[in-house]
């Protein structure tokens, strides 16, 4: 991509050579370049995204996954820039997971952190929206949290709110067990909800491993559906 266009090149000094001036010391001087300021965002690289309001236990999720150690406390906005982590299951097969600062309702008029990282998941395969199963313990709605990243995730781009995208309710240690399965179902319904639902808590890592290995399983499934979209003609059987 031509980003500066240079300027007209200059004579050398063997456009001076002569019969009689067989070194000349002489040169033309050539054009002006064009010349350009550049503001380059970054974008990092990663297979998965974390999305979430904060204090969703998005923090937790990384480092109950990976080696990352993003910091963690319980209060809204911990996480200050995006955080990369390494999510190993098993011999050679590992991806990379990104946690973002969490969106709040106006986000994508300004409001919050998260809004301006968002660029960060857009080369992600697969988000992962982390809600806080248990926000009404706290004085929040599960749900209109939920409702509210989506909103903003869809303002700020209808290709990211389009990813693969599976629902992740956490916190369910604050629950006693013989209420979790019916919270999830109470959550599932009431955000009508048909994708893949994991129910979890990060801080425990309950669940986490299945959500990790069934990660891998996807992005293993997409590299292999891309494989065959590139070379239609490649044979996936073995002799």
């Given at each position: 991509m031509l980003v500066a266009k240079g300027g007209q090149g200059g004579r050398g000094n063997t456009r001076f050579k002569t019969s009689v001036n067989r070194a000349p010391r002489q040169f033309g001087r050539g054009g002006a370049g064009e010349a350009r300021h550049l503001q380059l965002a970054l974008k990092l690289l990663a297979d998965v995204g974390l999305l979430g309001a904060p204090n969703a236990g998005k923090s937790t999720l990384t480092r109950a996954l990976s080696a990352a150690r993003p910091k963690v406390a319980d209060y809204p906005f911990t996480t200050l820039h995006p955080q990369l982590g390494v999510v190993s299951v098993?011999?050679?097969r590992s991806f990379v997971l990104a946690d973002i600062p969490g969106l709040i309702e106006g986000a994508a008029s300004g409001a919050?952190?998260?809004?301006?990282?968002?660029?960060?998941?857009e080369r992600t395969r697969l988000l992962l929206h982390?809600?806080?199963?248990?926000?009404?313990?706290?004085g929040g709605n599960a749900a209109d949290l939920h409702r509210a990243v989506?909103?903003?995730?869809?303002?700020?781009?209808e290709l990211l709110a389009n990813r693969p995208r599976w629902?992740?309710?956490?916190?369910?240690?604050?629950?006693?067990?013989?209420?979790r399965e019916?919270?999830?179902?109470?959550?599932?319904r009431e955000?009508?909800?048909?994708?893949?639902?994991?129910?979890?808590?990060?801080?425990?890592?309950?669940?986490?491993k299945r959500l990790a290995q069934d990660a891998m399983t996807f992005l293993e499934n997409e590299n292999r559906e891309q494989k065959r979209a590139e070379d239609p003609?490649?044979?996936?059987?073995?002799a």
């Open positions: 098993g011999n050679e919050g952190l998260g809004i301006r990282f968002l660029k960060h998941l982390v809600v806080d199963a248990c926000a009404e313990l706290s989506e909103a903003e995730v869809g303002q700020y781009s629902l992740v309710l956490n916190k369910l240690d604050l629950l006693p067990p013989e209420k019916a919270r999830v179902a109470e959550l599932v955000l009508d909800w048909h994708g893949p639902v994991y129910a979890i808590s990060a801080l425990a890592a309950e669940g986490t003609g490649a044979s996936g059987h073995g």
